[in-house]
């Protein structure tokens, strides 16, 4: 069975450039998570959907990021115009209806230069 | 609010050791606790998982019990392979309908030939 899938894996752009990275869900989940990794501050939660409506945007670090889900087999996470300070692994997770444990996708890095 | 707290690494053994991970949280009511794993260049995968007090939660050799008491989750491995060098997070679900999850900051667990 195909895993939660994100694209790109690695994207290189340079400050000021819009980005969008995308996230393909695990069939049949209903809930997604964008989550940012980054060696100073690990792990962040930046928004989490459940049933395609977004139900807490408080992780999202600034109005230059924004995320939308408009189906339940596709979200994205667009950032603009990025900055340096957006370099990091930006991950999608998934989780069942009415379960607690989630299911990451590999990454995508990003660097902003 | 909710937090983990894991021992400070990075750690090294040698093959065939004992080892121990601590974990302990701080949340109100009876969270879900997980370890997930992260292997170099990848995403988090589930490692192991608990949802009620003495819960033990077990995969691949590795094993940690759910300790209301205490409030810890520590993991535990008798004998590291040198494929076991990764990073481990533990977290926590909170009880109810949220299912976000709490990362703690990783340890970085690296085991020698």
């Known amino acids: 069975d195909a895993g939660v899938i994100q694209s790109p894996r690695h994207e290189v752009t340079e400050m000021g450039q819009e980005v969008t990275l995308r996230c393909k869900p695990i069939?049949?989940?209903?809930?997604l998570f964008w989550y940012r990794q980054t060696m100073m501050r690990g792990l962040e939660l930046l928004i989490y959907f459940n049933n395609n409506v977004p139900i807490d945007d408080s992780g999202m670090p600034e109005d230059r990021f924004s995320a939308k889900m408009p189906n339940a087999s596709f979200s994205t996470l667009k950032i603009q115009p990025s900055e340096p300070r957006d370099s990091a692994v930006y991950f999608c997770?998934?989780?069942?209806?009415?379960?607690?444990?989630?299911?990451f996708g590999p990454g995508t890095r990003l660097t902003v230069t | 609010g909710d937090s983990v707290t894991q021992m400070e690494g990075p750690v090294t053994l040698s093959e065939e050791a004992f080892l121990t991970i601590n974990c302990t949280y701080t949340a109100t009511g009876y969270p879900s606790l997980f370890w997930y794993v992260q292997y170099p260049g990848e995403g988090l995968q589930l490692l192991l998982k608990?949802?009620?007090?003495?819960d033990k939660g077990s995969n691949k050799g590795f094993e940690a019990t759910y300790r209301k008491e205490t409030t810890s989750f520590h993991l535990e491995k008798g004998s590291v392979q040198v494929s076991d060098s990764a990073v481990y997070f533990c977290a926590l679900s909170p009880s109810g309908s949220a299912r976000q999850l709490t990362f703690g900051s990783g340890t970085q667990l690296t085991v020698l030939p």
């Open positions: 069939s049949g989940h209903n809930s």
């Open positions: 997770a998934s989780s069942f209806p009415g379960a607690n444990e989630q299911y």
């Open positions: 608990a949802t009620k007090a003495d």
